[in-house]
C-alpha cells in the first residue's frame, strides 16, 4: 500500500521523467536548501541505475552561507554531476549595478538578471525548481511546467491548462519552461520525507549556536560582514537554526534546540509562523512582492 | 501521528462567482489549524470588495494573484493543502467565471471529491449544471454540493429540501452517482467544521466529516490489467531500461507481458524502484524495466498484460471540453497528447453531425478522432491515465482541448 509521502514521491519522479524526455536541456537550479536537496534525491531515483540526466545550476549571490556552499560541493562531486555556478556580482558590474545601500542589502532581485543570462549563454530549455505550491500564495497558483515567455517572464493571467497528469512541454525556440516537481509538497512533507529517506542536509538546518541580534518579528538576524549592525542592535549568541536557507542578508534564524530531523518536525508540527514568514524579509517587502517577482523571471 | 497508510485526496471546489468558494477554503483551512498567524495578520492588513462583515476575508487566502485581489475575482486556480491524522488532502479553488472554465478543468481533472457550491439565494444555475457535468465527465467520484449563505435565509429547511431535490433530478440525468446536499454557512462556519443546532432537521454531519469519511475505491477491474506506459528510455549494455509508472495492475520478473500496438511478446528481466531490485511492482509505484529480449521500444508505448489488453486503433470516440479562443476545426491537424504519447490527430465528426465543423471555447462536445498512427488507450472509464488526452496547437504548442475517450 502506497502512503501520502510515496504518492508525492511518485508524482515528482513522474515530472522529473517527463521533464528528461520531454527537452533537449534541462537543469536543475540547485541553492544548496532542502527543497532543492529532495529534489536531488528524488532524480536520483528516478533515473536510477543510470545517473542523474541533468547538470546543476547555482545562481550564486556572494552571500550564501559557507556550510550550504560546502554542501553543494561534496554534493556534486559525489555524485558526479556538472555544476554551472552564475556569480550575481559579475552580472552585477557588468551591467553597472550597486548594492542597495541597506540595512539588509538583499541582491534577490539581481538573481533574475544571473538566471536569465545562465539560461541564455547555456541554452536550458528547462530549470527544475524546489519552489512549494504552499510557500506563497502566488505559487499557489502555478502550474507544474510554468511557462515562461521569450524575455524569461511568467503571465499569470495567460497560463494553459494542465489537465490530468499530462505535462504539455512543447516551446518555441528562446521560451523557457521552469518545472516544479514538489508543487504539491508542504514544509512538512518535505522534513517527513528528508527523514525516511535519510537525507543529509547543511548544518544550518539544526540548532547550533550563533551571534545574533533580534528583529522586531523576534525572528533573529546572523551577524555578518553583509548585514549593516548598528548601535541598537543587541548582539547575544543564541541556539538558533534555520527553516529556510537563502542569502545571509535575508534569510532570518528561528531560536530553536531541534538539532535531529524528528526533533524539527516536532517542532514544525507546533509552529504558528508560516516557513516564509518566520524567514524571508525579501517577502516582506509588498503583497503581490512574488509574483511580481516571478513575473520578470524570477525562480 | 500515524503516518502508516496516510493517504493523498484531491478535492475541488466550483460554483458561480460569488457563492462563496474562496470563503469556504479558507474556513476549512482556518477551521483544521493549517493557517499561520502571519498569514492571518496578513489578512486583517488587506481589505478588497470582497470583504464581508468578517475580521479577516479568507478568500485572500486563495486569491494570490494582484489582478485577483483588485477584480475581487478568482482567474485561475489556487492549491492549498491541510492535513487530518489518516489523510493529506489537496484543495483546488477553482475560478467560478464561464472564461475561466480551462483553469477549472485544470483544478479538477485529478480530483476523487467535488464541492460545487450554490448560493440558496438564487439556486442552482447554469454554471452549478455546467460544473457539475465537468464533474461527471470526469468521472469525479463523489459529489457534495454545498448549499451556502443558509445563515441570510434563517437556516430555512423548505429552500434547502426545494432546492435539493431540483438537483438530484438533474445529477440522475447527467449520470452522477454519489451526490450528496449540505447546508451551510462558510462565512460563520456552521455545518462546516461545527454544528451550533442551527438545522436541527439535517443529520448528514459536517462537510468536514463527510470529507472525512471519503476514501478512494479502487476499481476491481484495473488492478486485474498491468498497465505502464514508457516515460522515457535509457541506454544499457544489453537491453534498455524503460522508465514508467505502473499505471493499473501489477508486473513481477519472469511475466510474459506484451508491448505495443503489435503486442509483441516480451519477459520482464529486471524491475528496478526506490534503488533496488524487486519482484513485483503494483499500481502506482515509478519503475524502472528491463526486458530479456532486445526491443525496440519508445517513449509512449503502452506494456500490458493479455488479460484485459487496451484498444489499439487510429480512430478513437471522445469527449471533448474546448478551452482555447481559437474554434476546433474538423480536419485541422493538431497533436495528441496522451500521457507520455504525441502524435498528429484529426477530428473527423462532431456530434455525429456533418454539418458541424467548429467547435467554440467552452464547449463540451462528443467527437471522432483520428490519428495519424495507430495508438494503444483505454476507455476513461477503465484508466483515467490512458483513457486521457490533450490536444496541442502545432504552432504555438498551446493546450487547445482536453479529451475522455468513451
Not at chain 2, 484529426?346 to 498512427?373: F, G, M, P, S
Request: proline residues 2%; aromatic residues 8%; charged residues 25%.
Amino acid at each position: 500500500m502506497m502512503d501520502f509521502l510515496d504518492q508525492l514521491e511518485a508524482e515528482a519522479i513522474y515530472i522529473l521523467r517527463e521533464t528528461a524526455a520531454q527537452f533537449q536541456n534541462p537543469v536543475l537550479l540547485f541553492s544548496g536548501g532542502k527543497d532543492s536537496i529532495c529534489l536531488v534525491h528524488l532524480a536520483k531515483k528516478a533515473f536510477y541505475p543510470h545517473k542523474i540526466p541533468f547538470s546543476l545550476l547555482h545562481i550564486d549571490t556572494g552571500h550564501n552561507f559557507q556550510e550550504a556552499l560546502d554542501f553543494r560541493d561534496v554534493l556534486v562531486q559525489d555524485l558526479n554531476l556538472k555544476l554551472f555556478i552564475r556569480y550575481v556580482a559579475e552580472d552585477m558590474t557588468a551591467n553597472g549595478l550597486v548594492d542597495l545601500d541597506q540595512k539588509f542589502p538583499s541582491r534577490n532581485t539581481f538573481q533574475t538578471i544571473s538566471l536569465l543570462k545562465a539560461i541564455e549563454l547555456y541554452d536550458f530549455d528547462a530549470c527544475i525548481g524546489g519552489a512549494r505550491r504552499d510557500e506563497e500564495k502566488a505559487r499557489a497558483k502555478e502550474r507544474i511546467f510554468s511557462h515562461r515567455n521569450h524575455q524569461g517572464k511568467w503571465l499569470p493571467e495567460s497560463q494553459g491548462p494542465e489537465v490530468w497528469r499530462i505535462l504539455n512541454g512543447s516551446i518555441l525556440k528562446g521560451e523557457n519552461m521552469r518545472v516544479f516537481p514538489l508543487s504539491n509538497w508542504t514544509e512538512i512533507d518535505v522534513w517527513q520525507y528528508i527523514l525516511r529517506e535519510n537525507i543529509l542536509l547543511p548544518s544550518l538546518y539544526f540548532s547550533h549556536s550563533r551571534p545574533c541580534f533580534q528583529l522586531g518579528d523576534g525572528s533573529l538576524m546572523y551577524v555578518n560582514q553583509f548585514v549593516k549592525v548598528d548601535e541598537n542592535d543587541v548582539i547575544e549568541t543564541r541556539k538558533v537554526r534555520y527553516r529556510t536557507v537563502g542569502d545571509m542578508t535575508c534569510t532570518a534564524a528561528i531560536e530553536s534546540d531541534a538539532s535531529t530531523v524528528s526533533e524539527v518536525i516536532e517542532e514544525l508540527i507546533h509552529a504558528r509562523i508560516s516557513e516564509r514568514g518566520a524567514t524571508r524579509i525579501d517577502d516582506r517587502i509588498s503583497d503581490a512582492g512574488m509574483e511580481d517577482r516571478k513575473k520578470e523571471g524570477y525562480f | 501521528m500515524d503516518m502508516e497508510n496516510k493517504k493523498l485526496i484531491r478535492l475541488f471546489t466550483a460554483g458561480n462567482v460569488d457563492d462563496g468558494k474562496s470563503t469556504l477554503i479558507g474556513r476549512l483551512l482556518f477551521d483544521s489549524g493549517a493557517i499561520s498567524t502571519d498569514i492571518l495578520l496578513g489578512l486583517s492588513e488587506l481589505k478588497n470588495s470582497r470583504t464581508l462583515h468578517e475580521n479577516f476575508d479568507l478568500s485572500y487566502l486563495t486569491d494570490g494573484l494582484r489582478a485577483e485581489r483588485e477584480q475581487g475575482i478568482t482567474i485561475d486556480v489556487a492549491y492549498k493543502y491541510f492535513s487530518t491524522d489518516t489523510h493529506k488532502y489537496i484543495i483546488s479553488d477553482t475560478p467560478g467565471h464561464l472564461e475561466y472554465t480551462r483553469n477549472m478543468f485544470t483544478g479538477a481533472s485529478l480530483c476523487d471529491i467535488a464541492i460545487i457550491l450554490i448560493d440558496v439565494n438564487t439556486g442552482i444555475t447554469e454554471q452549478t449544471k455546467r460544473h457539475s457535468k465537468i464533474a461527471a465527465l470526469l468521472q469525479v467520484s463523489k459529489v457534495i454540493v454545498a448549499v451556502n449563505k443558509m445563515d441570510l435565509i434563517h437556516y430555512n429547511q423548505d429552500v434547502f429540501d426545494k432546492i435539493s431535490s431540483e438537483y438530484l433530478t438533474f445529477a440522475a440525468e447527467i449520470g452522477l452517482v454519489d451526490v450528496s446536499l449540505i447546508p451551510l454557512s462558510a462565512l460563520n462556519g456552521e455545518q462546516v467544521t461545527f454544528v451550533t443546532g442551527k438545522m436541527p432537521w439535517y443529520h448528514g454531519g459536517t462537510l468536514f466529516e463527510q470529507i472525512s469519511n471519503f476514501s478512494p475505491i479502487e476499481k476491481v477491474i484495473e488492478s486485474s490489467s498491468f498497465r505502464l506506459q514508457v516515460q522515457h528510455v535509457l541506454p544499457s549494455n544489453d537491453s534498455d531500461f524503460y522508465l514508467g509508472e505502473v499505471v493499473s495492475g501489477s508486473v513481477a520478473v519472469g511475466q510474459k507481458i506484451q508491448v505495443g500496438v503489435a503486442g509483441k511478446f516480451v519477459t520482464v528481466d529486471q524491475i528496478i524502484s526506490n534503488f533496488n531490485a524487486i519482484d513485483q511492482a503494483s499500481a502506482g509505484m515509478p519503475i524502472t524495466l528491463k526486458l530479456k529480449e532486445n526491443c525496440n521500444v519508445n517513449r509512449g508505448s503502452v506494456f500490458f498484460s493479455k488479460v484485459l489488453p487496451p484498444s489499439c486503433s487510429n480512430k478513437i470516440k471522445a469527449t471533448l471540453c474546448w478551452m482555447s479562443k481559437n474554434s476546433g476545426l474538423v480536419d485541422q491537424e493538431y497533436f495528441l497528447q496522451l500521457g507520455s504519447l504525441k502524435v498528429k490527430a484529426c477530428i473527423k465528426k462532431i456530434n455525429e453531425d456533418q454539418k458541424i465543423n467548429e467547435i467554440q471555447l467552452n464547449e463540451i462536445v462528443a467527437v471522432e478522432i483520428q490519428t495519424k498512427e495507430i495508438i494503444a488507450f483505454d476507455s476513461y472509464l477503465f484508466s483515467k491515465e490512458l483513457g486521457s488526452f490533450i490536444l496541442i496547437d502545432l504552432s504555438n504548442n498551446a493546450t487547445l482541448a482536453a479529451g475522455t475517450i468513451q
